[in-house]
């Protein structure tokens, strides 16, 4: 059984646009990592300049021995060192990422493994937006890979050590195209793994914080 490498950047401060009561979503989106259905991965939190971060991991998740705690220094808005700094300690084969106030469905890890082929390197899915704070009103949203709807969390990939998270807004797509550009064989997931988004939007517009 490959392994699987999570990836979370985490800072818990204010910034522009941030969601709300993230400590609780931290925490809320690491035990959805715990409790996949897949048994041989790994999270990596990279913690960027955060000691609320840094807090919470030592007193509930320090004691499980597949998720690993990496701080760094703080980092400018939408730089890609986070994600870089977890690459650089991912011992699995395969790598994907999970945003700390969004969380996994039970079986999203193991989706991705079992619609994964040697043949492909990068793979990209759709995701489901939360529309109601029961969890039960769910609306899913088609990802293209084009600028403006691929994220990161819509990615997943073999750990292959050259490919590197560039900075900036728009990151998420400049990496796809750099896997791309570069040889790397791709395809979208027909089956659709459980990648819930909870915070997103403008909630005037239609986004929620959940």
Known sequence: MKKISVIMASYLGDYPNAAKNRDTKFVRAVKSFLTQTYQNKELIIVSDGCPVTNYLYETNFKKFDN????P??????????MRNAGLAEAT?????????DDIFGKTHLETIMNEFSDEIDLVYFDDYLVLSPDFKHLHKRIVETRYGSIGTSSISHKNVGWLKWSNG???????????????MQFKKLQKVPQY?????????????DY
Do not use: M, R
Request: hydrophobic share 35%; with cysteine; proline share 6%.
């Open 196 to 208: 819930l988004v909870c915070h997103y939007g403008n909630p005037q517009q239609g986004g929620g």
């Open 72 to 81: 760094i220094p703080k980092q400018p808005l939408y730089s890609g060192e």
């Open 67 to 70: 998720v690993k705690l990496v």
């Open 169 to 183: 807004y728009g990151h998420d797509f400049q990496f796809l195209s750099t896997a791309i550009v570069n040889g």
């Open 92 to 100: 699995g084969e395969v790598i994907a990422y999970l945003d700390s």
